[in-house]
């Protein structure tokens, strides 16, 4: 159906890590491409396009105490206030753990316009299986044929090797996967909290889409957030 879209995580996340408040994207097609560079193109589009300040103060919120959900699989993700509620600072410690040859993965990384723009860079990753099924049977299914895994545009992880080169190396091990579900996907859920700009600490461990749409669910439902003054 051409009303619904999937893939708009790498999209939505440019709101809090470019400190964008007010953006309307319009698309004529059912779902967004997936780039060879990640987001990096998003963002090099956005800054040509430049900026335009209003009249505005942004608003900052934080949760009132900490908030953690978690899954039956072992994911955790919680969410802590800031320490001193001046500084206007969001810091994500997020954790991956994959049976594949991604593995164990580590990133605690404070969000800025600069993290954003390095981490942009990180391509959604699938497992190899994956990419066949969406290369061949997956054909016949419009959720899988459109997909358009190519192997520039995703990051391939077999059991035991990569089976195209991985990026962002640091000291001899590739951290694009977890670089991705922290800028990509996890700021993409935060940037779902419309109240305004997320400031606190973000712990996340074997947690995915499903939990992050949970814990943004309960911080509404629950009524955990506060405006900062």
Known sequence: ?????????????????????????????????????????????????????????????????????????????????????????LDIDCGIHFKSAIGRQR?????????????????????????????????????????GYTTRNILIAGRWKYFNPPRMDHRGKALEAVWHRTMMDLLAAIALIDEGRLVGRVISYKAGHALDVQMVRALYQQKRLVELD
């Open 1 to 89: 159906p051409h009303n619904y879209m999937r893939m708009v995580e790498h999209i939505i996340a440019l709101r809090n890590g470019l400190e964008i408040d007010n953006l309307l994207i319009r698309m004529d097609s059912g779902d967004p491409p997936l780039f060879d560079r990640g987001s990096q193109d998003l963002v090099e589009a956005l800054d040509r396009a430049g900026r335009r300040t209003v009249d505005r103060s942004v608003r900052w919120v934080a949760v009132r105490e900490p908030v953690t959900v978690a899954s039956p699989s072992g994911g955790i993700l919680t969410i802590l206030p800031p320490e001193d509620p001046a500084r206007r600072i």
């Open 107 to 147: 990133l605690r990384v404070r969000v800025t316009p600069e993290t954003f723009r390095y981490g942009a860079q990180a391509r959604t990753n699938a497992p190899f299986l994956s990419m066949l099924f969406c290369k061949t049977v997956g054909q016949l299914f419009a959720d899988w044929r459109n997909l």
